[in-house]
């Protein structure tokens, strides 16, 4: 069984198991946890959290609200990005 992990400030959150097709920020609705969000379709960048382990796909070419520096930095929009196996998120987003 591979997990979602969600920390704030370096402390779990909680965790859910990875959904085939479903984006993180419904994995994270359903274990409890809030990720702010606008548009769910990777305009407006409201949903930005940090990936710190695991591999999460980012789509060709990046939607409008991730520019190539946050992706840079480890940066996924939990809307449209999806979990290929068990990973780490933070949910602060960067100031």
Not at 64 to 92: F, K, M, Q, R
Request: contains cysteine.
């Amino acid at each position: 069984m591979a997990l979602v992990r969600f920390f704030r400030n370096g402390v779990i959150l909680g965790s859910a198991e990875v959904e085939q097709n479903v984006p993180i920020l419904e994995i994270a609705e359903d274990a409890g946890i809030e990720i702010p969000s606008g548009c769910t379709s990777g305009n407006c960048g409201t949903c930005l959290v940090k990936l710190i382990k695991g591999e999460v796909p980012i789509p060709n070419p990046p939607p409008p609200g991730l520019d190539d520096y946050l992706i840079d930095e480890g940066y996924i929009l939990a809307c449209i990005c999806v979990a290929d196996s068990a990973c780490d998120i933070e949910t602060n987003p960067p100031l």
